[in-house]
T-cell receptor, first 116, second 108 residues
């Protein structure tokens, strides 16, 4: 099993540019989560999908952030325009069928984003 | 609002020196309490799920316990390879909320 796959692993961009982060969940998992991790705030849930449908996006910081899940094997998190305060490690996680709060989540390796 | 507080923020132990990490929480309707381990540059790795007060789970040198207000992660005779950040998370009705973690360093 390949686990959760994220790309790119590292992204350096300039303020104002569009950034797209990608995630492939574990096959058979039907819940997908996007998190942001910083030293100050720890791990924060941005949005989660169940069966490709966004269930809760209340953690998305502002309209500059958007996420899509066009099918069961692919999701994107887009930031447009990017700002220096968006610099963080972004994780994608997936979990198997069931009420998500009962199931352990499997995390990808993360994308380290630096906005200059 | 669901909240998780972990203590201490950092802990340094000598190899073989047992200790405990604390996770205090407030949640409206606990569905599960989770412990994760995170190594530098990697995503969190699942360790345990606890569902109700009094429940305990063990894995090698780690033992997790749960009460109505907190959870402990006991580390018995730790080894240097146990060095990592340990994250606690609580699942309520809607979300999984993570604490900021305890950074554990075990010296040989």
């Amino acid at each position: 099993d390949a686990g959760v796959i994220q790309s790119p692993r590292h992204e350096v961009t300039e303020m104002g540019q569009e950034v797209t982060l990608r995630c492939k969940p574990i096959s058979g998992h039907n819940s997908l989560f996007w998190y942001r991790q910083t030293m100050m705030r720890g791990l924060e849930l941005l949005i989660y999908f169940n069966n490709n449908v966004p269930i809760d996006d209340s953690g998305m910081p502002e309209d500059r952030f958007s996420a899509k899940m066009p099918n069961a094997s692919f999701s994107t998190l887009k930031i447009q325009p990017s700002e220096p305060r968006d610099s963080a490690v972004y994780f994608c996680a997936s979990s198997p069928p069931g009420t998500f709060t009962y199931n352990e989540q499997f995390f990808g390796p993360g994308t380290r984003l630096t906005v200059l | 609002e669901d909240q998780v507080t972990q203590s201490p923020e950092a802990l340094r132990l000598q190899e073989g020196e047992s200790s405990s990490l604390n996770c205090s929480y407030t949640v409206s309707g606990l569905r599960g309490l989770f412990w994760y381990r995170q190594d530098p540059g990697k995503g969190p790795e699942f360790l345990f799920t606890l569902y109700s007060a009094g429940e305990e789970k063990e894995k090698e040198r780690l033992k997790a316990t749960l009460t109505k207000k907190e959870s402990f992660l006991h580390i018995t005779a730790p080894k240097p390879e146990d060095s990592a950040t340990y994250l606690c998370a609580v699942g309520g009705f809607q979300k999984l909320v993570f604490g900021t973690g305890t950074r554990l360093l075990v010296s040989p």
